[in-house]
């Protein structure tokens, strides 16, 4: 019936859904990571090319078409690129006492270094195989069902982000309620100097988190390779708008209303703007322009700056009682 | 005091001795250089500026199109040393990345480094944004790709090799329509290539007693699939018979292969500018079965049957293994064009350069056909082929010439899908 109000609206709710993956898949690690180390990682967008590129790589040079290949491979190279960022950068610079926005500022300098440096990779790779991976088509896995169920299409992305977004909410949960590693997560996040006189390890701590979370958006990235139709070494920086976004929604604190920044993010993008285009005649070249308005919104409407309570007053008081 | 005296004329006496020796030793040194030079004179070296899409939007053409100026400057090299000139050209390729402001920079750094002609860049919204700078700066640019009707400008620096899409349009117009599609939807990049391009298409369209409904999409996303999900629904509430598709590589491979998953979108037909011709990502299984299944053509500048262009294509495959894509002939005509009239100039300047450019086109034919210049700048004499997505070569699918427009018809030379 909604079909006659606004033709083809199904397969913008379709899109709405498997957008709604993706953003959970980018934003909860983002939250997750600033939470326990206070970093406000712009290199996040790295872990998304970067885990998409292994997937490329894998599918190009080698010519395997395996994703629970790939996202093994993926979650270690991300995972350890997270690290690597913590311990030579981000660790150093908190020792000297850098301000978080310095922090800031050097994970800037990593995001654009992590991808000129993909460049390079991608340009070797080119002279050895003479395939092109600035630009790349969509990968078709062989071991990813897809079919119909009741009519609904079940496309290979939307049958591995789901099973992968499914299990990262499940495992996150387990990991954050129910094991020491998860309730030292949280005490680290809560009040780092505490936990650190309660004996909790906390640098090992924070590289186990940047571990987790840079690994999760590689698996991410992997996934996207048999979603999106041509993936660039751009892919992850024109998405990190709408993770931050997602991400502001939650406050970068809440995981919950991060997931629900993440559906509302994802059906804006979707159906509002069929609607919009249906009813209005609004052009389809506004979207990025919803997305920017929800950004402001939020930060208006529930100020200090997001709704999950507040960024900038926490994250100033941590810094000056130092 | 005395003996200071005798001590500064024996320094004096001592550095006229030592300067006499000094000249001495340069005479003969310096004579001995001179004599070499007269025995082999140096070589003059010229060198061309290419300022190519190696990433964006365009960059699976363009890494085929770096391999084709490397051809084509040896080929050039060759040809100039039988003629007996004792010049080289030289190629200086820097990338754009599909991008006004790159390809800016790209111009301004070739001309402080005394270029004067250009090859690139490759889409006409680049091409524009650089135009004043070459106009002013008298540097001759001379674009392969560049199709938008609104740059066919006279008395200026910038040249195109290639005809301008008042003809593509008219020809994807009349493919579309002889094929039975009455009523279509334009989905294009909104920018000066698309606007354009859709605007001719759709009067031409128009003009043959069909109906054209325009959507316009964003360039430069990182994804398209909620552009196609509208496209379906724009094509269901109107009740098209067609789509066709003004795009390039990144954003062509990426709209199809989101529409390969609707089913409304794979029941109608699909016809596609020349932009994505020649790009992998089309080649992916994906869009493979889907041009199968709505009988996707494409239209693109070409001179089918030409003897020049099948020995160019084999070149490029023996050589570098790949077959020339979407405006490679006229890339490698534009830089055999550059050289050409560089020397005819017989001065390295923009100026001379220009009218020796429009000279030489009129007597040079090669794989793209005869180069003549009309007053714009634009190819005078240009043909179109027709082009699909086949099953078969190493990567599964293909791109195949299967047909041409004539006189106002589409002649097709074989069945492209069964």
């Known amino acids: 019936m909604g079909e006659r109000l606004i033709p083809g609206i199904q397969q913008a709710v379709m899109n709405a859904f498997q957008y709604t993956l993706f953003y959970l898949i980018f934003s909860l690690p983002l939250t997750l990571s600033y939470r326990t180390t206070k970093v406000i990682n712009f290199a996040h967008a790295n872990f998304i090319t970067y885990g998409a590129y292994v997937a490329i790589f894998l599918h190009g040079v080698l010519g395997l078409n395996n994703m629970s290949l790939a996202v093994v491979i993926a979650f270690l190279v991300t995972g350890a690129i997270a690290v690597i960022n913590n311990v030579f950068v981000f660790t150093p610079l908190q020792k000297r006492g850098s301000s978080p926005a310095i922090i800031m500022i050097s994970s800037m300098g990593l995001w654009i270094a992590y991808k000129y440096l993909l460049y390079m990779i991608t340009d070797v790779a080119h002279y050895y195989t003479t395939k092109n991976f600035v630009s790349y088509g969509r990968i078709t896995y062989s071991d990813v069902p897809r079919g119909s169920i009741g009519g609904i299409e079940f496309s290979q992305a939307l049958v591995a982000s789901l099973v992968a977004a499914l299990l990262i909410v499940a495992l996150l949960y387990l990991l954050l309620e129910k094991t020491k590693i998860g309730r030292a997560m949280r005490a680290v996040a809560d009040n780092p100097l505490l936990a650190e006189i309660s004996g909790i390890p906390r640098s090992l701590i924070v590289n186990l988190t940047w571990l987790v979370c840079g690994g999760i958006v590689g698996i991410g990235g992997v996934i996207w390779t048999s979603f999106s139709g041509a993936i660039t070494p751009e892919v992850g920086d024109s998405m990190i708008l709408q993770v931050f976004t997602v991400g502001f929604i939650g406050g970068l604190i809440s995981l919950l209303r991060t997931g629900i920044g993440a559906a509302l993010i994802a059906t804006i993008e979707n159906v509002g703007i069929a609607i919009l285009n249906t009813y209005f005649g609004t052009p389809v070249s506004f979207r990025p322009f919803l997305t920017f308005a929800t950004l402001i919104t939020t930060l208006i409407a529930f100020p200090p700056l997001g709704a999950g309570g507040g960024l900038p007053y926490r994250f100033l008081r941590r810094g000056s009682k130092k | ?418």
């Open chain 2, 1 to 418: 005091m005395a003996f200071d005296t005798k001590t500064i004329a024996l320094i004096v006496i001592a550095l006229i001795i030592g300067l006499a020796i000094g000249y001495g030793v340069a005479a003969v040194m310096g004579g001995g250089a001179a004599t070499t030079v007269t025995v082999t004179p140096e070589k003059k070296v010229y060198t061309i500026g290419f300022t190519l899409p190696l990433s964006g939007e365009l960059s699976s053409i363009g890494k085929i199109w770096e391999k084709v100026v490397k051809l084509a400057i040896e080929d050039l090299n060759k040809e100039v040393q039988a003629y007996g000139f004792n010049v080289e050209f030289r190629s200086v390729i820097l990338d754009d990345g599909t991008t006004e402001e790159k390809a800016l920079q790209n111009v301004q750094s070739f001309a402080q480094q005394g270029i004067k002609v250009i090859i690139g860049p490759a889409a006409s919204a680049q091409v524009k944004a650089v135009k004043s700078y070459v106009d002013s700066n008298k540097i001759v640019l001379i674009s392969p790709s560049s199709t938008a009707p609104t740059l066919a400008i006279p008395n200026d620096y910038v040249f195109r090799t290639v005809g301008s899409d008042a003809g593509q349009a008219k020809v994807l117009a009349t493919l579309a329509y002889q094929e039975g599609a009455r009523k279509v939807v334009i989905f294009f990049r909104n920018d000066e290539y698309g606007n354009a391009f859709a605007d001719f298409l759709k009067n031409y369209f128009e003009g043959m007693g069909g109906t054209a409904v325009k959507l316009p999409y964003q360039t430069g996303l990182s994804d398209y699939a909620s552009e196609v999900a509208t496209l379906a629904s724009k094509v269901q509430s109107e009740g098209a018979d067609a789509v066709v598709l003004i795009a390039f590589d990144t954003d062509g491979a990426n709209i199809l292969s989101h529409a390969a998953e609707s089913d409304t979108l794979s029941s109608v037909r699909w016809f596609v500018s020349e932009g994505p011709h020649g790009a992998e990502e089309l080649l992916s299984s994906t869009v493979g079965r889907f041009a199968s299944r709505v009988r996707l053509f494409g239209t693109r500048p070409l001179f089918i049957a030409n003897p020049l262009y099948e020995d160019f294509k084999s070149k490029m495959v023996q050589k570098f293994g790949v077959e020339p894509g979407v405006f490679s002939e006229n890339l490698y005509d534009a830089v055999k064009l550059a050289g050409w009239a560089i020397l005819r100039a017989g001065t390295y300047d923009g100026e001379a350069i220009r009218t020796a450019l429009i000279e030489v086109a009129k007597t040079y034919y090669g794989p793209s056909g005869w180069t003549i210049f009309d007053n714009a700048g634009d190819k005078a004499q240009q043909d179109y082929g027709v082009w699909a997505i086949i099953p078969g070569g190493p990567k599964g699918y293909q791109f195949k010439d299967v047909g041409l427009y004539e006189r106002g018809t589409i002649i097709f030379l074989e069945q492209a899908y069964s």
